[in-house]
């Protein structure tokens, strides 16, 4: 079965950190970009960052550069979003997805096109 499964999504306070997981099954993750993506209540979804193994390339949005980091470990199967110095606004439920291609291009306009997980909560209050 082809999916992408979040986890690692908790109750955190303001300046901690967490590390959420995107576990492909059904298909090789580095044969394709994967995006990490937000959707908090009432707000549309965005783009949060992307890693392309073709070229190793990264991407992140203004919101989490500095805080966000990105990585894959192809033995796993699996790309990992690091979150440091989390902050209330970025409460969401947190999703990742791909679009089959090796373009992170996607990743700045999220669609039902795009395949996606189930989403993970993350919840940054005191």
């Known amino acids: 079965q082809v999916q992408l499964v979040e986890s690692g999504g908790d109750l955190v306070q303001p300046g901690g950190s967490l590390r959420l997981s995107c576990a492909a099954s059904?298909?090789?993750?580095?044969?394709?970009?994967i995006g990490w993506f937000r959707q908090a209540p009432g707000k549309e979804r965005e783009g949060v960052s992307c890693?392309?193994?073709?070229?190793?390339?990264?991407y992140y949005s203004d919101s989490v550069k500095g805080r966000f980091a990105i990585s894959q470990d192809n033995a796993k199967n699996t790309v990992y979003l690091q979150m440091n110095s989390l902050k209330p606004e970025d409460t969401a439920v947190y999703y990742c997805?791909?679009?089959?291609?090796?373009?992170?291009?996607?990743?700045?306009?999220?669609?039902?096109?795009?395949?996606w997980g189930q989403g993970t909560q993350v919840t940054v209050s005191s």
């Open positions: 997805a791909t679009d089959w291609t090796l373009s992170c291009s996607f990743y700045y306009t999220p669609s039902r096109r795009h395949f």
């Open positions: 059904g298909f090789t993750l580095d044969l394709y970009a």
């Open positions: 890693i392309s193994s073709g070229d190793g390339s990264t």
